[in-house]
């Protein structure tokens, strides 16, 4: 694996790496400022492919990513973050979404175990809701789009 990015860094003449917000089985996720349109802030999820497996294999991981990366762009809904751009670097690949401040719900519950409370049912049910209203509207787009990686960790949800 590559090391990862860096404070201050500037990816495709945009992109300034603020910090690695996240990580994840194939890269990270970094906070970054939107050089271009001042102000913004973006999140940058990386990904890396395993340089042991055959390079026809590798190609057709990039390919998925493209195509991944082009359905993303054009769907809108307000429980899932804007995707703006993606774009290639040396061995990495980069979808840029929309940041979305806040804590994700494996952050709240471990939280919440770790100070022996039990979460909002209103705050459970709302967030319950968020996602089902999602995976909806991913469902009902032609062809249907699935989800393969629900969990708690890349789940942020509106109090």
């Not at 690695?20 to 973006?42: E, F, N, P, V």
Request: charged share 30%; aromatic share 8%.
């Amino acid at each position: 694996m590559l090391p990862p990015l860096k404070s201050g860094e500037v990816l495709r003449n945009r992109y300034k790496i603020r910090e690695q917000i996240g990580q994840g089985g194939m890269g990270s996720i970094y906070l970054a400022d939107d050089t271009r349109l001042k102000g913004r802030l973006c999140a940058l999820k990386e990904v890396e492919y395993d340089r042991a497996l055959p390079e026809d294999i590798r190609q057709e991981a990039r390919d998925q990513f493209l195509r991944e990366a082009t359905i993303l762009a054009r769907l809108d809904h307000p429980n899932l973050p804007k995707v703006s751009d993606y774009f290639s670097s040396g061995p990495r690949d980069y979808l840029v979404m929309d940041y979305v401040p806040g804590d994700d719900l494996r952050t709240l519950l471990m939280e919440a175990r770790r100070k022996k409370f039990f979460l909002k049912e209103m705050d459970v049910l709302s967030w319950a809701d968020q996602v089902a209203s999602a995976l909806t509207f991913l469902h009902s787009q032609e062809p249907p789009i699935v989800h393969r990686d629900i969990k708690p960790s890349n789940l942020k949800l509106m109090p």
